[in-house]
């Protein structure tokens, strides 16, 4: 039986006993009654999820927390290696912005809200922090079951966030705490987040594998990357439907779903922690399988001068096999490495391996050995057979003014050397 089976027969359950409570002192209902009158009693949310309904200083809201076992796998990762996690793991993805901390000092935060737009309208209904322990992985939910529990949401959060140092979100940088942000202010209380370091993983994912999967949405890298399936889960942008039916109706059973959904995202962010930041905090030993991958984390050491390295990862891609697309941009980029080097011959052995072929780079190249030709080897009739070669392909400014140029140089007096 799988975990949300599990659910819904321990909810039908308890839906079994609340039926059984008041069956017997419910009157019968009079033979004039309408069907509004007949509809079934309300099931408040603390009656069906294990969890209490907390008390502030702001007033009342509902939490629950669920316990993901060390002995447990999500997919291909282990639970109890999260506890195991090095403390400088995401320092590189970071960009050195997030210092060390032990992972228990993590929180992997996620909201689900009432919109995908955003906005001061928009309201975030149920906020889950997920975070690393000595019995495994804890997923503690913050629930407001109508909007006057904002204010006491809101201040627990603060108050539970303030045991992290470091906030790890996917997309959260764009959306979950600017949106968090905006509640806070519209409470007109402090936001706990100005102390907290903040890692949003959707960058590095995408970074690390949008050149091989066509989305790097979570609940995708879930399954392509973590080999998880989820089973009777909710789409996201039915959530705030959800909600919202169950604000008008007062009945909890949409709410099932929409609390499994949440803790799904927080345990695959974490997981998927595992897996990213290592990538990138030694690329030259990152345990990738396909040439993609490598070529994404290639050009991630491009943008930070570490050409070296780079170049060694797309000389691997090509070994490993690339599609066609994909290959001729990594032999460009190999050749432009090569010449920042100062390297001519391996440059012009990338640029003349696009230069025999049809491919998108073949007028680049061919401009790149007209300018070896002319400038390293004062060739001018091969530069000019080059340029034209690229002319026929691609017809810029550009290569009209070099061809210009070289056959004014090559109908001028050559130059002569003088006797020593």
Not at 147 to 163: K, N
Not at 267 to 289: D, K, N
Request: proline share 5%; net charge neutral.
């Amino acid at each position: 039986m799988t975990e949300i089976q599990e659910q819904l027969a321990l909810l039908r359950r308890k839906i079994a006993r609340i039926n059984r409570k008041y069956d017997s002192a419910a009157p019968a209902p009079a033979a004039d009654a309408s069907p509004r009158d007949l509809r079934p009693a309300r099931y408040f949310v603390e009656n069906l999820l294990s969890g209490e309904v907390v008390t502030t200083t702001q007033g009342e809201h509902f939490e629950t927390e669920k316990l993901y076992e060390r002995h447990r796998r999500h997919g291909c990762v282990d639970i109890s290696d999260l506890n195991e996690l090095p403390e400088d793991l995401l320092g590189a993805l970071s960009g050195g912005t997030v210092n060390p901390a032990h992972p228990r000092r993590w929180a992997f935060l996620d909201t689900e809200t009432t919109g995908l737009a955003g906005g001061t309208g928009t309201y975030a209904f149920l906020v889950g922090v997920g975070s690393i322990d000595e019995a495994g992985f804890r997923v503690r939910q913050f629930f407001m079951r109508d909007y006057g529990e904002e204010a006491s949401l809101l201040a627990a959060l603060h108050e539970y966030l303030a045991r992290f140092d470091v906030l790890i979100t996917y997309n959260g940088k764009t959306y979950d705490q600017p949106l968090l942000e905006t509640r806070y202010r519209m409470a007109r209380a402090t936001a706990p987040f100005d102390r907290l370091e903040h890692l949003d993983l959707l960058f590095g994912a995408r970074r690390l594998w949008k050149l091989r999967l066509e989305s790097c949405r979570l609940v995708d890298l879930e399954n392509r990357i973590l080999g998880v399936e989820r089973q009777g889960d909710l789409p996201g942008e039915m959530i705030p439907y959800y909600y919202f039916e169950y604000l008008r109706t007062g009945q909890a059973f949409q709410l099932v779903p929409i609390f499994h959904h949440n803790v799904m995202d927080i345990v695959s962010l974490a997981c998927l922690t595992a897996i990213v930041p290592f990538a990138f905090r030694a690329p030259s030993e990152a345990g990738v399988r396909h040439g993609a991958d490598l070529v994404g984390l290639a050009r991630w050491l491009l943008e930070g001068e570490r050409r070296e390295e780079a170049l060694a990862l797309f000389r691997r891609a090509v070994e490993m096999g690339l599609p066609d697309h994909l290959l001729f941009r990594t032999l460009w980029d190999i050749g432009r490495v090569e010449k920042k080097l100062g390297r001519d011959p391996a440059a012009l052995a990338a640029f003349t391996d696009l230069s025999v072929s049809r491919n998108p780079f073949r007028a680049l190249a061919l401009a790149e050995l007209a300018k070896y030709y002319e400038h390293k080897e004062s060739n001018l009739r091969m530069a000019l057979e080059m340029t034209r070669s690229a002319l026929a392909l691609e017809d810029t400014p550009a290569l009209r003014r070099r061809e210009e140029r070289l056959k004014r140089r090559l109908a001028g007096p050559r130059s002569r050397r003088l006797p020593l």
